[in-house]
């Protein structure tokens, strides 16, 4: 599962909308089904997001 971001524009304003996406094998192709939407989100929710559905975690806050 991942997560998937939608980005809509009107006029010149991008509103993002976030998913959480499952990927299935089926009759030998590979079809993408939403498990859930998650709605608006921001660009600065974005990185967060991913990173919380991600295998391996990256360190997002770093020290001096």
Do not use: C, W
């Not at 094998?25 to 991600?54: C, D, F, H």
């Amino acid at each position: 599962m991942f997560i998937k971001i939608l980005t809509k524009t009107f006029g010149n304003e991008k509103h993002y909308y976030a998913s959480l996406v499952e990927n299935k094998r089926i009759n030998g192709k590979v079809v993408q089904t939403v498990k859930a939407n998650l709605g608006p989100v921001t660009e600065e929710q974005i990185p967060y997001l991913k990173a919380a559905y991600s295998k391996k975690k990256p360190r997002l806050v770093y020290d001096d």
